[in-house]
């Protein structure tokens, strides 16, 4: 009686463990199982859309430049002036400010500055000219490799011409501002993260009519103000 008690004491306690272990679902597999292709493309999309995020920011940038060029007037008359003081130009220094809007085309904003003195054309009176600029424009990089690129570009700019004589035979001080246009191309080198070197030769013209000298009649004419102009910069990319 006793062994038969036992026995049905320890096939209870079997059927209620039983019970309390969950049953398996074959539709719910308890191996993991590999992902689907559409599980793959979500994932990959996923995983590229901050890399392609990263890239843009990459390309677009803003750099600063400055440069240092010679300038040499257009106009025979302003190269005589100063030629007489020796050299047909000087020194001219400018500051620009560009920012990539869009694959390679850049818009830029610069600001040059350009002093001379020479010797009027009617005595041995000095002469002296100043003139500042602002410009505005576009320029486009043809990249060679990852260090070396190309660039053109153009825009406006505005002249603010300055000039005082000391001679009797013309006007004693001269104020004009001319509004003109600019042509820029040259050579651009990447030195070390972010910092590069650039070659470049510029065009910068503006026509402005100034009184006329009484003892050269020949003078007497729209005078270009602009120039051409070539130096080397020192830049930094951002």
């Not at 969950?22 to 979500?42: D, E, G, M, S, Y």
């Not at 020949?218 to 051409?228: H, P």
Request: aromatic share 12%; with cysteine; charged share 20%.
């Amino acid at each position: 009686m006793k062994k038969l008690l036992v026995s049905v004491v320890g096939l209870s306690s079997m059927l209620i463990a039983a019970q309390n272990v969950p049953a398996h679902n074959p539709k719910k597999p308890l191996v993991k199982t590999a992902p689907t292709l559409n599980q793959h493309k979500q994932l990959g999309k996923t995983a590229t859309a901050p890399v392609l995020v990263e890239d843009e920011k990459e390309i677009r940038g803003i750099a600063f430049t400055l440069k240092n060029g010679y300038f040499v007037p257009q106009e025979k008359v302003l190269r005589d002036i100063f030629d007489r003081k020796g050299g047909v130009g000087g020194y001219w220094v400018e500051g620009a400010v560009r920012y990539e809007f869009w694959k390679k085309l850049n818009a830029e904003l610069s600001g040059s500055y350009f002093e001379r003195k020479g010797i009027a054309l009617c005595g041995n009176e000095c002469t002296e000219v100043k003139i500042p600029t602002l410009g505005l424009g576009l320029k486009y990089f043809f990249e060679c490799n990852n260090w070396l690129s190309f660039f053109l570009g153009g825009g406006l700019r505005v002249f603010f011409y300055r000039e005082k004589n000391y001679s009797q035979y013309v006007q004693q001080c001269v104020n004009e501002t001319v509004a003109g246009g600019m042509v820029n191309l040259g050579v651009e080198f990447d030195v070390y993260k972010g910092l590069f070197i650039d070659l470049f030769a510029d065009y910068n013209g503006g026509k402005t009519n100034l009184n006329c000298n009484k003892c050269c009649s020949s003078s007497c004419c729209d005078i270009n103000v602009g120039g051409f102009v070539g130096g080397i910069g020192l830049g930094y990319k951002f």
